[in-house]
């Protein structure tokens, strides 16, 4: 529900949103961007920033493994993530995306590892 509009000194029309308890990305998507940010994150880490369990983080990073959209890398007894940047989206509305230029969007060029 759109709450209020308010204009910018250069005419764009700002739409405020009223608060709700959903979010655009999906847990999946959230855990992504997790560690795009942080490779080395633990999954309690990962957990705490998106706000579900640490079970869960294990099933989705699991799920992510299994479907080609992370690299996970055994560093001593850690894991390290990487994403694959070249992967797609899923969904037929977005699959012309780049996992890549998602996250270039969301967490920022700098802060994504590279992988093909």
């Known amino acids: 529900m759109v709450s209020d ?3 910018t000194p250069h005419s764009r029309i700002v739409l405020r949103v009223s608060q709700g308890e959903w979010t655009f990305l999906s847990n999946y998507g959230h855990v992504l961007v997790s560690l795009a940010r942080d490779p080395d994150s633990r999954m309690r880490d990962v957990a705490e ?3 579900i ?3 869960a983080v294990q ?3 699991s ?3 299994g479907q080609g959209y992370l ?3 055994k560093v001593g007894r850690r894991n390290r993530y990487a994403v694959v940047r070249g992967a ?3 969904h037929d509305l977005e699959a012309a995306v780049s996992v890549g230029a ?3 969007l969301i967490a920022g060029p700098a802060t994504t590892r590279r992988t093909p």
């Open 5 to 7: 509009v308010n204009h």
């Open 49 to 51: 920033a998106v706000g």
């Open 53 to 55: 369990t640490e079970r």
């Open 59 to 61: 099933l989705i990073v």
């Open 63 to 65: 799920e992510l493994v």
């Open 71 to 73: 690299v996970k890398e």
């Open 88 to 90: 797609h989206l899923r």
């Open 102 to 104: 998602f996250l270039d």
